[in-house]
């Protein structure tokens, strides 16, 4: 599964990010997405209802709260493979092998014109949430992606290496990355959710 979802995040296409655009890639502006992604969702969703949080636009969209619950679970899974790849010894020698540039990532995570099915282990597991408890689980989990960078080397993240079901590479910077966009690509969306029609006043 966790192959599946990796996989589904390589294969988005590309648009024009909103986070900051950066080439230095050392660990400072890793922390920094982080904390924009953070900011701008924390912005969006400061002092909703609970008839926002759990408002709908159809039968087949996700509210609000779904959106957030989704971020925190899809991180923690993700989180769990670059502490895995770091277990395995530093293969250096496969740098040559990866492409593009790191803001790359981010590009093709926040563009929403290509969108796949969450699989049933990250689907959202309710339909009625409190923004309090949601927002308490979500920051719990980034404090333990946080902490993870912060005793983790800039060489090991960008010393493990491994190779995508899709063939392709990437360090474990770049798979932090993608922890990164999936919460602003979903950020994204509860922008959406606010700006549908039928989204409450109150």
């Given amino acids: 599964m966790r192959k599946i979802i990796f996989l589904a995040f390589l294969l988005l296409g590309t648009g024009i990010t909103k986070a900051k655009v950066f080439n230095d890639g050392n660990k400072d502006t890793l ?14 969703v400061k002092g909703l209802s609970s008839e926002q949080i759990n408002f709908k636009p159809s ?7 779904q959106c957030i619950e989704h971020i ?10 670059v502490q895995e790849m770091l277990k395995k010894p530093a293969n250096p020698e496969m740098r ?3 492409k593009g540039e790191d803001k790359q990532v981010l590009t093709m995570m926040e563009d929403r014109s290509k969108k796949f099915k969450a699989p049933d282990a990250l689907q959202p597991s309710k339909t009625d949430y409190d923004l309090d408890e949601l927002i308490k689980n979500m920051e719990k989990q980034r404090a333990v992606t946080l ?9 090991d993240l960008r010393n493990h290496i491994t190779q995508t079901p899709n063939k392709d590479y990437a360090d474990a910077y770049r798979s932090l990355l993608f922890i990164a ?3 602003l690509r979903h950020t994204e ?3 959406e959710v606010k700006t549908a029609q039928g ?3 109150k």
């Fill in 31 to 44: 922390l920094s997405v982080f904390d924009g992604a953070d900011t701008r969702l924390l912005n969006d």
């Fill in 59 to 65: 039968a087949e969209s996700w509210s609000i709260g």
């Fill in 72 to 81: 925190t679970k899809t991180e923690g899974m993700l989180l769990g493979m």
């Fill in 96 to 98: 040559s092998k990866i």
């Fill in 147 to 155: 902490a993870f960078i912060n005793q983790t080397s800039l060489d």
């Fill in 181 to 183: 966009g999936h919460s």
């Fill in 189 to 191: 969306q509860i922008e």
């Fill in 199 to 201: 989204f409450p006043n």
